[in-house]
């Protein structure tokens, strides 16, 4: 059985609003985000723990500068400030070629037309090091090159460290966290076949069940609810575990901390909580950051198709393209932008049956219907996502032996057809995608 992903929180809308603030230099950028309408719980650590960078490059009649950064364990963070027109990519290259892709950000819209933003972005595990260069790429109107803006930043390394353990009558479950100058992050893992299988089925959309599922782990301290999770992403591996991946905001006292977890039917249990508790600070880091990016990145598709022997076609047009595996799975997965739509393309090999739900996406689904082309067929769904659309076709190749997924986050849905997209990316004969 094949992992899935449900990614509740991980999927960055990336937006542009009209606000007013004071000149991009007066204070860190970070915090000036806190002033907008985005959020995000980390943004005042975060700041406090950026470096200042100003790094700038002019390009025609732009300039785009690095505000602040800051490299932290596997994590890469920074603000930019962008005046004049340009298209800020996704991520951040290295210097091989390689890429750090974004997990979260966002960008405001200041009254005198300038631009402020920031990224966060995860550095593949076999390209951390502990000083490394990064490249933040831009494209402006009058020019279709891409430009980059470089970088060098010193590690920080991950300075606490926390586990526990549950014993509860139904489960068992295992916790690592670690932290650094800007949140609490890590990993439990709870071994049940009841909620393993539950999982599965509510992932199916089997939610008449009636099972009683660990939707997610709340952090406590001293009894008192501290947060939610930030994170939100959970996997089912094979049929006895379930991941689940947990940021909470930075905090500076670590004691009496506990991870209660919530049921989708019965609310919150504390007697089945576990108990955090500090552990040696020489604690070896690299097997948390291994658990908390379990994706390989690859710098082509001819390595990706090697690694998982699957075959797929993407559009000429395609910019920003991200290659990378679940290899322990034999997961494909292609990203990219087109016409400022972000598409997400997932596959395995599957010989028969209907299609697993692949896509990594949470949502409730309307519009739904069937879809079908050559010896394909599959399902075809929608849903918001804040103010942009998502649309997603699941489907199976039986001549190739592959369960596909494609999903879209877009503006405008009725100028796409997903599913003949989804067609041409499925069938490499079919080169040069047009719709």
Known sequence: MISKTIVRKLM???????????????TGLFRKMIETEYTDDRLEAIDNAAETVSISQTTGQTTVEISQAYYEGNRIYISYHVNGAAEILDGLE????????????????QDDGTVIGWRECIVPEDELAETQTFCLAYRIPESEEKQLLKFTLEQHPYNQYLQGASLA??????????????????????????????WIAWQEGEEDTGADVIVCWNLYQNDALV?????????????EEVTFAVMFPFMDNLSNLTLVPEYSEGGEKP????????????????????????????????????????????????????????QDEGLAEVQFSRDGDEYYVRAVNQTEGRPD??????????????????????????????????????????????????????????????????????LPDNAGISD
């Open 12 to 26: 960055v809308a990336l937006f542009v609003i009209s606000i007013s603030v004071a000149s991009a230099s007066e």
């Open 357 to 426: 739900d692949i896509s990594g996406l949470y949502y409730e689904w309307m519009d739904e219907e069937t879809f079908s082309f050559g010896n394909c067929s599959g399902i075809f769904g929608r849903a918001r996502d804040g103010s942009r659309w998502v649309e997603r076709c699941l489907w199976v190749d039986p001549n190739h032996e592959v369960n596909w997924s494609l999903a879209v986050f877009t503006e405008d849905p009725g100028s796409l057809d997903i599913v003949g997209i989804a067609e041409k990316i499925c």
């Open 94 to 109: 290295l210097e091989d070629g390689s890429f750090a892709d974004i997990t979260a950000g966002g960008e405001v819209q």
């Open 227 to 239: 947060s939610t999770d930030l994170c939100g992403e959970s996997a089912v591996n094979g049929t």
């Open 271 to 326: 007697e089945e909580a576990i108990v955090l508790e500090l552990m040696n600070q020489e604690y070896e880091e690299a097997p948390l950051v291994s658990l908390s990016n379990p994706w390989t990145e690859l710098p082509a598709k001819q390595q990706l198709e090697e690694v998982t022997g699957i075959c797929f076609s993407i559009p000429e047009d395609a910019e920003n393209i991200l290659y990378r595996c679940l």
């Open 169 to 198: 009558e139904t489960f068992q479950a295992r916790a690592i966290l670690y932290t650094g100058k800007v949140d609490l992050k890590g990993i439990i893992v709870m071994t049940s076949p009841e909620q393993a299988a539950s």
